[in-house]
């Protein structure tokens, strides 16, 4: 019986996150030399849970067990913005700290992202909305984001800020020295 010797290729999973003590989004996206997918997109609602340390509790519970069913390489976090309430920022940077302590737990490197540099990695526009963003990913990968809560997408846009930031680290990743070679080699992403 002859075996097939060719090597599988080269597998490279994102964990993006966007955190949040009342939801928190998530998405695993796979990449492959010549494509990408969203593994798993979705969004731990907290609400219901009064203590806070409970929420932080079950939100690193729950991610703890996303990486451990889907094995990515790395997290890619929304960097906490900058707000008016101040208890509202201590929360959100604790969540942001049980996220990132499940992942290193777990052996992933992780990376932060500010929100406007995801907006400029998905849509060119580091001023764009909520909603642009969701539309060029719906685009990209086909999805029906109607189905999602923004945090979802928002997670998705960050998992795809890291891969569009990084790509030469990447297994099969490409740079670009410019938009030209950017257009030519994406041309099924253009409209």
């Given at each position: 019986m002859a075996t097939n010797s060719t090597p599988e290729p080269?597998?490279?999973r994102i964990l993006g996150i966007d955190p949040g003590t009342v939801v928190l989004g998530?998405?695993?996206?796979?990449?492959?030399?010549r494509s990408r997918r969203v593994i798993e997109l979705g969004v731990l609602k907290l609400a219901q849970l009064k203590d806070h340390a409970r929420r932080l509790e079950l939100i690193h519970r729950r991610l703890t067990q996303v990486i451990q069913e889907h094995s990515p390489t790395v997290m890619s976090i929304e960097a906490p913005f900058f707000g008016k309430n101040p208890q509202s920022m201590l929360k959100l940077g604790r969540a942001q700290g049980v996220c990132m302590a499940a992942a290193i737990g777990?052996?992933?490197?992780?990376?932060?992202?500010a929100p406007r540099k995801i907006k400029q990695s998905i849509t060119g526009n580091g001023n764009a909305s909520k909603e642009q963003v969701a539309a060029m990913l719906e685009n990209e990968f086909d999805l029906d984001s109607s189905?999602?809560?923004?945090d979802a997408?928002?997670?998705?846009?960050?998992?795809?800020?890291?891969?569009y930031q990084n790509r030469s680290a990447v297994p099969g990743g490409k740079r670009f020295s410019g938009w030209e070679g950017f257009l030519k080699a994406n041309a099924d992403r253009i409209k």
């Open positions: 080269a597998v490279y998530f998405a695993v996206v796979e990449v492959r030399p777990q052996g992933l490197e992780v990376t932060e992202y189905r999602y809560l923004a997408t928002d997670a998705l846009g960050a998992a795809m800020c890291h891969y």
